[in-house]
């Protein structure tokens, strides 16, 4: 019912940025929580970062003072600021979003950081 979907993803040189974005096909009016996870090659997803409806974040240790986590109430839309970019975190980035009811995800975006 609910749809996220996720862009922005995409080949970067260790350093780089990028900024993800994830639009929501339901108003964030009464939201939750926001978030960004990620899952690399043989690890488990993890939490990025998370947004409250109260404009609350919170963000992994090995992103902190690096990625930005942010809305746009009007446009149904999450970002993700990333900077300062490593292999490290190259992953599928996916978008998750909590109402009251269940968990609702995006397909996710690939992040490559490589030379």
């Known amino acids: 019912q609910v749809q996220l979907v996720e862009s922005g993803g995409g080949l970067v040189q260790p350093g780089g940025s990028l900024r993800l974005s994830c639009t929501a096909s339901?108003?964030?009016?009464?939201?939750?929580?926001m978030g960004w996870y990620r899952q690399a090659l043989g690890k488990q997803r993890e939490l990025v970062a998370i947004?409250?409806?109260?404009?609350?974040?919170n963000y992994a240790d090995s992103v902190k003072g690096r990625f930005t986590i942010s809305g746009d109430n009007a446009k149904n839309t999450v970002y993700l600021q990333m900077n300062s970019l490593s292999p490290d975190d190259t992953a599928v980035y996916y978008c998750n979003a909590k109402w009251w009811g269940p968990d609702y995800w995006g397909q996710g975006t690939q992040v490559t950081v490589s030379s």
């Open positions: 947004i409250t409806g109260g404009g609350r974040t």
């Open positions: 339901r108003s964030f009016f009464g939201l939750n929580t």
